[in-house]
Nanobody, 120 residues
């Protein structure tokens, strides 16, 4: 299974960006998926996850109310809508597939990452 992220870039504080993660395998629609991020010199951290059905979502407290994770199984794609961005959101964002939880080892597949830089 390949996961390909897109949508990252440079954005001003307070702005919005939508990340996309396209899966190569339609069966990924039957598994939970998530987003993690890693800032330079820091460990990879959980951002958000969505269940296979889309009925359950989970967010790290620092992004709750600002970020929205969603999925379109018809397109084999998971999205992360990021609003009210802050400089501390600057990181490389990774899509994670086939899992559920807040730890990287709870997911089986990973994308290559897409960088997001938030300028103040």
């Amino acid at each position: 299974v390949q996961l390909v992220e897109s949508g990252g870039g440079l954005v001003q504080a307070g702005g919005s960006v939508r990340l996309s993660c396209a899966a190569s395998d339609r069966t990924e629609g039957t598994f939970g998926m998530g987003w993690f991020r890693q800032a330079p010199g820091k460990e990879r951290e959980f951002v958000a996850a969505i269940s296979w059905s889309g009925d359950s979502t989970n967010y790290t407290p620092s992004v709750k109310g600002r970020f929205i994770i969603s999925r379109d199984d018809g397109k084999n794609t998971v999205y992360l809508q990021m609003n009210s961005l802050k400089p501390e959101d600057t990181a490389t964002y990774y899509c994670a597939g086939r899992g559920w939880g807040t730890n990287p080892w709870e997911f089986d597949y990973w994308g290559q990452g897409t960088p997001v830089t938030v300028s103040s």
